[in-house]
């Protein structure tokens, strides 16, 4: 079984800000990490995703993650933000060996404030 | 390349109705998968086919079922509407079962639907 832990609810940040928007998993087997953007109106877009390799994950849109194994978690991060990045943003994990449900975190509003 | 299509977009149905939503998968993906969306609640898993087969299945209650057809189209019933199954219903494709563990989900922009 696997779970997903998004920490905050809600992220206001100003415009060219920096934001890290938070996620923990807890997994008895190695998983498969990724972020995922939802504008409103719309479907889930993939931002980002962490199979194996470099830690640090480079995505779309300026977006970038860190795989943290000992913390069990997967950050979300961006140095500046703009506001055309307001959305609800949800982490996920998929177990690597013997199928398994992707599972969603209950998701992190990001509000940019011009 | 066409991406997921879901219809309809909106659905108002009375408490008792049922209901019908579809998804069209992106073209060669062959697994589908159903998610709903409600606020508070984030994505709770429905239920996943992969050629015309159910493979994994969330924990909601009989009155939700599903089927894929063969040209990996898929279909969502929910029977005997209850107000809180109001949500919105997503659709996800993906490329098949050998990739699906590392292969990302494509989401159609989902069904509201409102049950009055």
């Known amino acids: 079984a696997q779970s997903v832990t998004q920490l905050d609810s809600q992220v206001p940040v100003f415009e060219e800000a920096p934001v890290e928007l938070r996620c923990n998993y807890s997994?008895?087997?190695?998983?498969?990490l990724f972020w995922y953007v939802q504008y409103p109106n719309q479907g889930l877009q993939l931002l980002l995703k962490?199979?194996?390799?470099?830690?640090l994950v480079k995505g779309i849109n300026g977006f970038e993650a860190e795989f943290n194994k000992s913390q069990t978690s997967f950050h979300l991060r961006k140095p500046s933000v703009h506001i055309s990045d307001t959305a609800e943003y949800f982490c996920?994990?998929?177990?690597?060996?013997?199928?398994?449900?992707?599972?969603f975190g209950i998701g992190t509003k990001l509000q940019v404030i011009p | 390349k066409a991406g997921v299509t879901q219809t309809p977009r909106y659905l108002i149905k009375t408490r008792g109705q049922q209901v019908t939503l579809s998804c069209s998968p992106i073209s060669g993906h062959r697994s589908v998968s159903w998610y709903q969306q409600t606020p508070g609640q984030g994505l709770q898993f429905l239920f996943e086919?992969?050629?015309?087969?159910?493979?994994n299945k969330g924990n909601f209650p009989g009155r939700f079922s599903g089927r894929q057809f063969s040209n990996s189209r898929s279909e969502m019933n929910v029977s005997t509407l209850e107000l809180g199954d109001s949500a919105l219903y997503l659709c996800?494709?993906?490329?098949?079962?050998?990739?699906?563990?590392?292969?990302?989900?494509?989401f159609g922009n989902g069904t509201r639907l409102t049950v009055t």
């Open positions: 997994s008895s087997v190695s998983v498969y």
């Open positions: 996800a494709s993906s490329q098949g079962p050998e990739s699906s563990y590392n292969s990302p989900l494509h």
């Open positions: 962490y199979l194996s390799g470099s830690t």
């Open positions: 996920a994990v998929s177990a690597i060996r013997g199928y398994q449900k992707v599972t």
């Open positions: 086919y992969f050629s015309e087969t159910q493979r």
